[in-house]
């Protein structure tokens, strides 16, 4: 599902600056350092994210630089988050205060004691919870700046606003009707500020008159 | 003002584009001249949800079926209810699409594209550009009908004959 296969669903963006005159040196190191990787080699983290070849969710290595596809950049950002039912860390953690009290022969446990019981817990738990994968196609036009992103909630959009704006140090701009509208009348050599002067339709009051 | 800001102050030009564009499907056939972008097919496919401006009361009604010119559909439009999104169905030459289209940020969701025959042995970035080459051609298409609406709504002609003929076919069902 995404761009290449399957339905597409995405929101756009247009990228506010210039594309460094170094880009096809630059990118590589960048895309690289801001590759996915694998909450297995992340100890103690629920959630990962990163790039991954558009094609292949499984590469984050990127040996050759296939995702400079003239005149596009296509990469895919893939995130991965585990998640420990809140269910199960509490009967774990009751589990091990138990256990701990009998232990030691105490019938109450500090704040921060079981905080750190809690704490330990969790990240027992976290070694053996399997990741959920999210995988979001993008494509940058480096001609035109356009960007397709391939999701559209607004959480997950900001969030990869950021992360695009950390990798490539360049700021996505959404594309939303006001902005549309305005580029609209500024291609057809009009006043940008015309758009200003759209009024919401009133259907209800037009239908009493 | 923020994006967000921004976005939510008019919000009202996506929904009333989409209105606009309803009409337009129904009362021109679904044939839309685009200029330099040439012609297109345009019709509503089945399915539209609309919602009431009021923030008190906000109320959604999501109309499906196979023919969009459902009579509550058309209604719920004098009872102060925007279009919030639309199916739709793009038809250029051959090649077709269909998709749903947002009013807040005019997002396409669940966009199916023409199918593209591969070959074995193609290059595999052959698919790649095919597809790009199709996706920006429906997003082109899109913000094309957009730049017809906008300069509608700012042309002399928008009191006089455009927004007669919208209630028009709101209240009759009519053409223009």
Known sequence: MGFIQGVATFSRYRVDGTLPGDYIEEFPKRILRYGFRNLDDLPGEERSVGWVRILDMFDPAFKAMEYFKDPYLALSWRVDTKKIPKEALTQYCRKEENEVKEREGIEYLAKLRREEIREAVRSRLLKRAIPQSGVYDMVWSLQTNAVLFGATSNKLCDEFAEFFRKTFELFLVPVYPYALARRAFELSGKDQDLVDDVQPLFLEEEALR | ?176
């Open chain 2, 1 to 176: 003002m923020s994006v967000l800001d921004e976005v939510r102050e008019h919000t009202f030009l996506g929904k009333d584009f989409l209105v606009w564009l309803w009409c337009k499907s129904e009362t021109l056939d679904g044939l839309f001249d685009l200029g330099d972008e040439g012609e297109v097919e345009l019709w509503f496919e089945g399915k539209i949800t609309l919602q009431s401006d009021s923030e008190r009361s906000a109320q959604t009604i999501t109309c499906t079926g196979e023919n969009a010119r459902i009579r509550e559909a058309r209604f719920a439009l004098r009872e102060a209810k925007k279009v919030t999104s639309a199916r739709l169905h793009l038809k250029e030459g051959r090649d077709e699409w269909s998709f749903d289209l947002d009013s807040m940020w005019m997002n396409f969701h669940s966009l199916k594209m023409p199918k593209i025959l591969q070959e074995k042995g193609e290059d595999p970035d052959a698919l790649f550009y095919q597809r790009m080459f199709l996706l920006e051609k429906a997003v082109a298409f899109m913000d094309a009908l957009f730049s017809r609406y906008l300069e509608a709504r700012v042309s002399p002609t928008w009191q006089t004959e455009e927004l007669p003929a919208l209630m028009n076919w709101i209240h009759e069902g009519v053409l223009p």
